[in-house]
């Protein structure tokens, strides 16, 4: 079989036109798929109805500390959701402060108070003539809403497979003391589903950054989400790196158990060192009373300890495995032998990668959204929506059922094609 | 019975020596009692534990608009949430938002966000030479502390029975831009448990802001938290007088169940005009893709509908009735011939001011610490801290089991006849 660059001009037309007869037929089914986001399947909610169930109006809703969890106070989160965190993060409990539903609310809020206070007593941002985040991309396009909310600069630093590339890191920290962060998805990225290598850790927390008040940006949100028993990716925890490298107060690690229990009714957390938590809290008590230390118990008494979460991120995986695997299927099917596109095939997380052809992922994109299928919008994984190659598309798998994520697939296969074969052709008669 | 004032200064010491008599019987008692806050009591949160059973394992948590709580999404809360703290606060559904656990946190983000920000496209205030807020004093120490943090400058306006000194709030929102808020606690009032008349209600809705970006920030937190049946303050509604003025914009209302079900546990909402809502939403989105929707779905299961909660608001009542009713007993029968101090009856709330003789108020404070009675810190109700008259003093007399309320009160009242005896001593002596 040749590939589509093999092909001549007459042969991709005849090829686009048979494809074209093919969208037809799927414009025809009057399909409506939505695989935008990535969000857990009802099915994987279902897992955790049980959690409806550990408090009920006889429950003690005493902490082992004797705290009340009905009344105000607890600004560090309750002790034992601390532990089964810590656990979960693999971080000392006294390391981390649980706050509310959502560690984005927290990523968000930290960016705030840097921008109104400094951190540690720096000068607060909004009083500096320029801030700047250095972005590994493709990455999170909530991440890069953040920072343009703030006009923060964003500067792209290329992803490899063993994470970003952190020769230009070191140097763009090392250099300019206008750079106050890096957004990190260290396991299981969003969108690759890559792990940060051992090497790229250590020289995370080795860091020298010119900026005093410059933090890595840790959101570890697909720690314990693997997808396989037998195959993990296993990561470096950045926090005793940092304090092994002398640098203990480098690193704001955030997590949640949104994909774990119910996005939006979880409890999320940050860990961090002693002097950043001081720092943390001593804002935060103005913020807040507290969190909600009812859920947090909820979450406790679902799990009763870590080895009970991990037990639940099997039947997570179980659930997701064939999703991811369907995807990899089809795209080698339907791509495998073409040269048109390559994907990633990740162990854990949340999405896949796929990069097109440059300069065709609106055009696919585009074209799988007229065929009633929605993906991420094209560009979105880089900062300001704006991917230069025009070739990332990322894939989330999990929301819709097996049926219709294989029937999306095929649709996006054939988007896919289409595209490649326009640029082809358009490419071979402009060379001609 | 002679008051301190028309005794002579012989009189005052020998009852001076009677009352530390007194005190040192008390601090032998070796009493612990905290009323510090306004937290409700462990028989006032016993009354919400249905709140976990209302959802289970079999439950259905999906919304009426077809909503799956457990998922993401919905930024501004759930129709049926909206509606149910839309009754409660006396506004259109649609005019609601509903948030997480903390209005204080709300309240926070939206100083915060103005600081960044700016408030509908205005100059981000952390840009402006000088912001000032307007506070009522005395006032909420959480208030006070939110604007502090931010390094607004904290302009004191009394409080009369009838709610803040209108002409004063009239004048300056009026001839100075730099004023950009004011805190209000409208009905039952923290500290003095006084509500707003309807025409300085009237006049607050017909205020003509220098600043474009004035608004006024009304923390309805104890709306329905009434003592009595049958005599009740009645407040009226401001965004609709705000609308009626022409004013639609000028006001952000906050409120929330922390006192209703638990604190930390409940939910919070924003009440505003279109175009504030509009405004709200377009930062919120970037700071989180949702709160808590399970919590909320539990409250509107949990209470029905507005006269659930009404319901629901009679039985905290009948808790905390007495207690309010044995504070004022104890204060008439210990101090109400002496004249030398004052306090509010509330008809609702959480809070009892007390007024002491100029000078007095952290004397009394001191002294009932020391002999095991924690009380607000006096001052606290000010901005900074610093009560220009050493006066006022918050009494909070919801957490204390009754018996200890009553003792911790007598201790209060014999710490109030110390110091003012103190006090007329050294003020007789001077003058003669």
């Known amino acids: ?85 810590g656990d979960m993060m693999e971080n000392n409990p006294k390391d981390i402060i649980i706050y509310g539903n959502s560690s984005l609310n927290v990523m968000f809020d930290t960016i705030s108070r840097a921008w109104t ?28 809403a953040i920072t343009e909310y703030f006009g923060i600069k964003m ?58 008040d410059f933090r890595i940006f840790w959101d570890n949100a697909y720690g314990i989400h693997h997808l396989y028993d037998d195959h993990q990716d296993y990561l470096i925890e950045i926090l005793a790196e940092c304090k092994r490298a002398g640098n203990p107060d480098l690193v704001y690690k955030f997590s949640s158990t949104s994909k774990i229990t119910f996005p939006g009714s979880g409890i999320a957390a940050v860990a961090t060192s002693p002097n950043n938590m001081e720092d943390f809290l001593s804002h935060l008590r103005r913020q807040t009373i507290g969190h909600d230390k009812v859920n947090q118990l909820r979450h406790v008494r679902f799990f009763g300890d870590i080895h009970g979460m991990v037990e639940h991120m099997r039947k997570h995986a179980d659930i997701i495995r064939p999703k991811f695997e369907a995807v990899e299927e089809i795209l080698e099917k339907e791509l495998g032998e073409l040269e048109i596109g390559s994907w990633t095939k990740p162990l854990g997380g949340y999405f896949i990668l796929f990069d097109s052809l440059p300069g065709c992922a609106k055009d696919i994109v585009a074209r799988a959204k007229k065929a009633g299928v929605i993906i991420t919008p094209a560009g979105a ?40 074969a326009k640029k082809l052709i358009a490419e071979k008669e402009a060379a001609q």
């Open 155 to 212: 500067i792209p630093v290329p992803m490899t497979p063993t994470g970003p590339d952190m020769d230009l890191v070191e140097k763009y920290v090392s250099e300019d003391d206008s750079i106050k962060g890096i957004w990190c998805v260290p396991k299981y990225s969003n969108p690759q589903g890559i792990s940060y290598s051992d090497t790229t850790v250590r020289r995370f927390a080795r860091l020298k950054p010119a900026a005093n």
């Open 381 to 420: 994984t880089w900062p300001y929506g704006k991917d230069p190659n025009d070739s990332n598309i990322r894939i989330a798998p999990t929301y819709p059922g097996l049926d219709d994520l294989k029937k999306a697939m095929t649709v996006f296969a054939l988007c896919v094609k289409i595209a490649s």
């Open 117 to 144: 206070h400094g951190i540690m007593g720096s000068t607060p941002w909004c009083r500096l003539p320029e801030v700047k985040f250095l972005c590994p991309v493709p990455g999170y396009d909530r991440h890069f």
């Open 1 to 85: 079989m040749k590939t589509y660059a093999e092909m001549s001009i007459e042969e991709l037309k005849s090829e686009l036109a048979e494809l074209k007869k093919q969208y037809q037929a799927v414009q025809a089914q009057d399909i409506h798929l939505d695989m935008s986001r990535g969000k857990p399947s009802i099915e994987q909610l279902n897992l955790s109805m049980g959690l409806m169930d550990v408090l009920d109006s006889s429950s003690d809703l005493t902490c082992e500390d004797g705290t009340d969890c009905r009344n105000y106070g607890q600004l560090s989160g309750i002790v034992e959701a601390r532990q089964l965190l």
